[in-house]
């Protein structure tokens, strides 16, 4: 099972300004301090090596899309604007043989989670089928509107794919292709839903973003830590520092990088991805919670250890 990142902010893409990029390039040369170097390849390995990944890259701005790559058909975890290269690197894919089909689990209806779908080149595709799967009975109604015409130039209805809404419920087992799938209500304005991905080799991936949980209340997070229990990767929505998330942040629909970690703790999951990242955050910010995170697992520690890593637009993860 492969989970690729396609897009990894929450709420609203953002882009890196200029004067972002300039301060990156400053910081390298600068810690370059003087050096030659062969070529591209040993330059790479500077920025590898001896560079941090906020000072030498970018966690990237699309909103969410994940795919788990598990079998002949394509399955994707929402359509944030992450969903658009993904669409196109998938076009790339079909022509060398690939399966048309595309499976889609919505987490829920927010803007940032479906403003993907009208730059899909594959829905306009008559020979591509795309089930979306969503516990919202409302689903189909939220795509149509986004492509209204006082929204968006090209209507729903000119889509050419095979489209077909799927609506799924919670303590249900599914079967979609080969891949079980489970799915759970989670805590956030108008409901969302997390999801339980079990390939045929019993791999597991859970998908949970746009779920408040909050660490006084552990209580009523016992559902939550059995749907993750012994999972190999769970990608969590941690948009908001543990500071943040309690002082003015509370009720917002989000959790932090620490509620995450405990969760992930008590349910023994190998993996935690932090995702759906606050689009204000820059790159040091990111890191500097993922530091936080990784420092905080080790301080809690009361089992097994748990890997903390930090998702990013073009993360691939073999699990
Ligand atoms: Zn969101
Ligand atoms: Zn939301």
Not at 37 to 53: K, P, V
Not at 162 to 180: K, W, Y
Not at 241 to 247: F, K, P
Request: hydrophobic content about 40%; aromatic content about 10%; overall charge negative.
């Amino acid at each position: 099972m492969l989970v690729r990142f396609w897009g990894t902010r929450g709420s609203l893409p953002v882009a890196p300004t200029a004067e972002t990029i300039r301060r990156k390039i400053v910081h390298a040369l600068v810690s370059a301090d003087g050096r030659r170097f062969e070529g591209e390849a040993d330059a790479e390995r500077f920025i590898e090596q001896e560079l941090s990944f906020a000072a030498g890259a970018t966690h990237g701005g699309a909103t969410p899309c994940v795919e788990i790559e598990a079998g002949p058909s394509y399955f994707i975890c929402d359509m944030g604007s992450g969903l658009r290269p993904f669409g196109l690197d998938s076009i790339r894919r079909n022509l060398a043989g690939h399966s048309k089909t595309y499976n889609f689990f919505q987490s829920h209806l927010h803007w940032d989670h479906i403003m993907g779908f009208p730059f899909f080149a594959p829905a306009f595709d008559p020979a591509a089928t795309i089930r979306i799967h969503a516990g919202h009975p409302d689903a189909e109604e939220a795509f149509r509107r986004q492509q209204e015409e006082i929204s968006f130039p090209v209507p729903f209805e000119w889509l050419r794919a095979d489209i077909e809404f799927v609506q799924l419920t919670p303590g249900e087992t599914h079967e979609v292709d080969g891949m079980q799938v489970e799915t759970i209500l989670q805590h956030h304005s108008h409901g969302s839903y997390g999801y339980r991905f079990t390939d045929t080799d019993g791999r597991t991936v859970i998908y949970s973003t746009d779920s408040e949980h909050k660490l006084e209340k552990m209580a009523v997070e016992a559902v939550f830590i059995d749907f993750f229990r012994e999972a190999d990767l769970v990608v969590c929505d941690t948009m908001y520092s543990l500071a943040d998330s309690v002082s003015m942040k509370e009720d917002w629909g989000h959790s932090s990088n620490l509620v995450a970690v405990d969760l992930c703790h008590q349910a023994r999951a190998k993996c935690l991805a932090l995702f759906h990242h606050e689009p204000t955050y820059e790159d040091e910010d990111i890191q500097r919670m993922h530091e936080e995170s990784i420092r905080y697992e080790e301080l809690t520690r009361n089992g097994p250890p748990l890997d903390v890593i930090c998702a990013y637009d073009g993360l691939e993860v073999r699990i």
